[in-house]
């Protein structure tokens, strides 16, 4: 049996722990019900996903603020689709639904305890109160040692910040026994390079990588987290090959 590797292991939550597709569809859906829009999700959540995607980018450059994101993403879609509904009223709304969702990807809770040995790490560029909201929802919340937040730490992923201000609070010392794990290649792994850990960028659809941005292992499947950490997959790290 090999020497475990890593002692600190952080995780992302959305599309890492959680399926966040999941949890959007709901509470869009029923925010949407709420605000009298029934075709609501159906017209509009192709334009929701690109103006979305175009704003968390910005968010990970540093280019807008979590808060402006949360009602600039609705202000743009109904002006898109001509659609006279207070944006801010409706974020509020949306981020109350989203708040109650908490559908766990798979292998999530079995990763989890089997990592119990380990310290764990949440990190997270989410709004706060919707992110401790779906951990305590969910079976996940009780494994970890800290929730590290964006808006608390005054930094997201993958700017260094949020790395050392995670690391003074939780008091890890050595970069060399700690992992990130998620999904994001531009904020988890450009993170976790950043500033010299290594990193397991989960991949389930198995997604081509056209980027510059190269992770120390990839995986498919969560339960492989646990041989990586434990040095079984020794091989699929750089440099062990």
């Not at 019900?33 to 690109?50: L, Q, T, W």
């Not at 207070?86 to 109350?96: K, R």
């Not at 292992?217 to 950490?229: A, F, G, S």
Request: proline share 2%; net charge negative; with cysteine.
């Amino acid at each position: 049996m090999k020497e475990q590797i890593y002692t600190t292991v952080i995780f992302d939550i959305d599309d890492t722990l959680m399926d966040f597709a999941l949890s959007e569809h709901a509470a869009l859906h029923n925010t949407f019900m709420d605000f009298k829009i029934p075709n609501g999700f159906v017209d509009m959540h192709d334009s929701y996903r690109a103006i979305s995607k175009v704003l968390w980018n910005d968010l990970e450059q540093g280019n807008i603020a979590l808060r402006e994101l949360g009602v600039e993403r609705f202000r743009r879609l109904f002006l898109e689709h001509q659609t006279d509904k207070d944006p801010v009223a409706f974020s509020n709304t949306y981020l109350g639904y989203l708040g109650k969702e908490a559908h766990l990807m798979a292998g999530a809770l079995e990763v989890l305890e089997e990592l119990s040995h380990c310290r764990l790490v949440i990190m997270t560029n989410g709004f706060g109160e919707v992110q401790k909201s779906r951990l305590q929802n969910s079976e996940l919340g009780s494994h970890f040692e800290h929730i590290v937040i964006s808006e608390e730490a005054g930094y997201q992923k993958p700017d260094s910040g949020i790395f050392d201000y995670a690391f003074s609070k939780i008091g890890i010392e050595a970069k060399t026994k700690t992992i990130i794990v998620g999904d994001s290649l531009t904020s988890d792994i450009q993170g976790g390079i950043n500033y010299g850990i290594d990193t397991v960028w989960f991949n389930p659809n198995g997604k081509k990588n056209d980027s510059e941005i190269q992770p120390t292992y990839e995986i498919q499947d969560l339960l492989e987290v646990i041989d990586i950490v434990n040095g079984s997959i020794g091989n699929r790290k750089e440099g062990d090959k």
